[in-house]
Antibody, heavy 127, light 107 residues
Framework: QLQLQESGPGLVRPSETLSLTCSVS??????????WGWLRQPPGKGLEWIGT???????YYNPSLKSRVIISLDTSKNQFSLKLSSVTAADTALYYC???????????????????WGQGSLVTVSS | AIQLTQSPSSLSASVGDRVTITCRAS??????LVWYQQKPGKAPKFLIY???SLESGVPSRFSGSGSGTDFTLTISSLQPEDFAIYYC?????????FGQGTKLEFK
C-alpha cells in the first residue's frame, strides 16, 4: 500500500525558504505511471495545488507560485521535495504531498486527481 | 484559470437524510472533476472520479453526476461518519483547482 510522509521544519522566518520532503513507501517514485504533487491548505481554508513532478524531473507549477517554487526528486531515497522561497505569513499552511494520478478522457491524457495523500505538515511563517 | 464554486458552503443535516452538494465550473470541463472528503485533522480522501465513478471501497450511498459546468455530489442516506468537508477538484486544465469546500454538519 502506497504511503507518503511529509517532513521538515514547522517554523520558517519571513523572507526565508520553506523546505519540505515527502518520503514515499510501498511504491517507487521512478514509476513512469504516476506523477507526484504538493498541495497546501491554510488554517481553516481550502486546498491549493502547488506543483507536480514527473519521474523524468519534468515539473508543472501553479502560476500563482511559480516564481518561488522548486520541486525536485531524489530517486535514490524515494523522496521528492518542495522549496518555496521568500515566504510570508500568507504561506502559513498545512502542506501535503500526494500521488498525482494521470487519466485519459476521450483519448486525451490529463493529469488527474490526488490519491493518496500524506498526513500533512504544518508550516508556520513567523519571526 | 478555472474557478470552481461549491454550494452551499455549509449544510446541516441529520442521519438518514439525502443531501446534495453542487460544484459549478467557470467554464466547461467535460467530466474532468473529482470529489474528496476531509475529516478534521485528516488529509482529503478521494471519493469519486470522472464526475460520476465511485472509487473502490467508497460506500454506494455516495454518487456523483454532471458534465460541462454543473456537477453534484449526493449522499443518499447520511451516516454519522459522513459529517465532514467535501471538496471538488477539476483536472481539465492547468492550474488544477479546487472548490472552496462544503461543510456538512450535524443538525
Amino acid at each position: 500500500q502506497l504511503q507518503l510522509q511529509e517532513s521538515g521544519p514547522g517554523l520558517v522566518r519571513p523572507s526565508e525558504t520553506l523546505s519540505l520532503t515527502c518520503s514515499v513507501s510501498g511504491g517507487s517514485i521512478s514509476s513512469t505511471t504516476y506523477y507526484w504533487g504538493w498541495l497546501r491548505q491554510p488554517p481553516g481554508k481550502g486546498l491549493e495545488w502547488i506543483g507536480t513532478i514527473y519521474y523524468s524531473g519534468g515539473t508543472y507549477y501553479n502560476p500563482s507560485l511559480k516564481s518561488r517554487v522548486i520541486i525536485s526528486l531524489d530517486t535514490s531515497k524515494n523522496q521528492f521535495s518542495l522549496k518555496l522561497s521568500s515566504v510570508t505569513a500568507a504561506d502559513t499552511a498545512l502542506y501535503y504531498c500526494a500521488r498525482h494520478v494521470p487519466v485519459t478522457i476521450f483519448g486525451v491524457p490529463m493529469m488527474g486527481w490526488f490519491d493518496p495523500w500524506g498526513q500533512g505538515s504544518l508550516v508556520t511563517v513567523s519571526s | 484559470a478555472i474557478q470552481l464554486t461549491q454550494s452551499p458552503s455549509s449544510l446541516s443535516a441529520s442521519v438518514g437524510d439525502r443531501v446534495t452538494i453542487t460544484c459549478r465550473a467557470s467554464q466547461g470541463i467535460s467530466s474532468a472533476l473529482v470529489w474528496y472528503q476531509q475529516k478534521p485533522g485528516k488529509a482529503p480522501k478521494f471519493l469519486i472520479y470522472d464526475a460520476s465513478s465511485l472509487e473502490s471501497g467508497v460506500p454506494s450511498r455516495f454518487s456523483g453526476s454532471g458534465s460541462g459546468t454543473d456537477f453534484t455530489l449526493t449522499i443518499s442516506s447520511l451516516q454519522p461518519e459522513d459529517f465532514a468537508i467535501y471538496y471538488c477538484q477539476q483536472f481539465y486544465s492547468y492550474p488544477y483547482s479546487f472548490g472552496q469546500g462544503t461543510k456538512l454538519e450535524f443538525k
